[in-house]
């Protein structure tokens, strides 16, 4: 079966440091993966989608940034983290030919 | 783009008591419409989905309808507990290049004891 792991569980950043979370999905191929963000108390907000190993595509312009280095690999990125970057980030996957998206258990940064 | 809302951001049931969520989605190409279940601090858990080909489905105490010429689908759950208290998220999606979801704002369901 399919498991989605992401790490960390919790981040705890400076304003201005850089990040970095990671995302890898197990028992499945070529899946499509995507990265959303929850603030407290709001909806999910999607990022980025990748249907393909260097195939990033982007649906907000901020100072983030995706990579999908391996086929189930996918890392989020940010050279200087800004406070309103805090939140609860959720990776999820998806086969290709189907629309179901499964989540993975979220990274909680807060950026002080 | 897509654009999917979601009423009522939150409701309050007596155990027992039916709940209903309601969306509206404005693609027309869109057919595919799934449920999540986000319970405190946790992942969102898809619960059912539906499909633009079907009017409604049901699993146990949760039913889902669409009507596609109104271009809105609402979530049914009967016979709520208190473990059914959680936020749940609508979305939309069309099969192309990404399956991208939209979704809902979210309604935050509580249920009394």
């Known amino acids: 079966s399919q498991t989605i792991h992401q790490w960390p569980a919790t981040l705890v950043q400076p304003v201005g440091s850089p990040l970095s979370l990671e995302c890898t999905v197990e028992?499945?191929?070529?899946?499509?993966l995507y990265w959303y963000r929850q603030a407290a108390g709001r909806g999910l907000q999607l990022l980025f989608y990748?249907?393909?190993?260097?195939?990033i595509s982007s649906e907000v312009p901020q100072n983030l940034s995706a990579s999908r280095p391996q086929d189930r690999q996918f890392i989020l990125s940010s050279k200087k983290l800004l406070l309103s970057d805090s939140g609860f980030y959720l990776c999820?996957?998806?086969?290709?030919?189907?629309?179901?998206?499964?989540f993975g258990p979220g990274t909680r940064l807060t950026v002080l | 783009g897509e654009n999917v809302e979601q009423h009522p951001s939150t409701l309050s049931v007596q155990e027992g008591d039916s709940a209903v969520i309601k969306c509206t989605y404005s693609?027309?190409?869109?057919?595919?419409f799934p449920w999540y279940k986000q319970e405190l601090g946790k992942r969102p858990q898809l619960i059912i989905d539906?499909?633009?080909?079907?009017g409604e489905k049901k699993d146990q105490r949760i039913a889902v309808t669409l009507n596609k010429t109104a271009k809105h689908f609402s979530l049914h759950i009967t016979e709520t507990q208190p473990e059914d208290s959680a936020v749940y998220f609508c979305?939309?999606?069309?099969?192309?290049?990404?399956?991208?979801?939209?979704f809902g704002g979210g309604t935050r369901l509580m249920v009394k004891p």
């Open positions: 999820a996957w998806g086969a290709p030919l189907l629309n179901e998206q499964f």
């Open positions: 028992g499945t191929s070529n899946p499509n």
């Open positions: 990748s249907v393909g190993i260097g195939q």
């Open positions: 693609d027309s190409a869109s057919n595919y």
């Open positions: 539906i499909r633009s080909n079907v």
């Open positions: 979305a939309a999606s069309r099969k192309d290049a990404g399956n991208m979801l939209t």
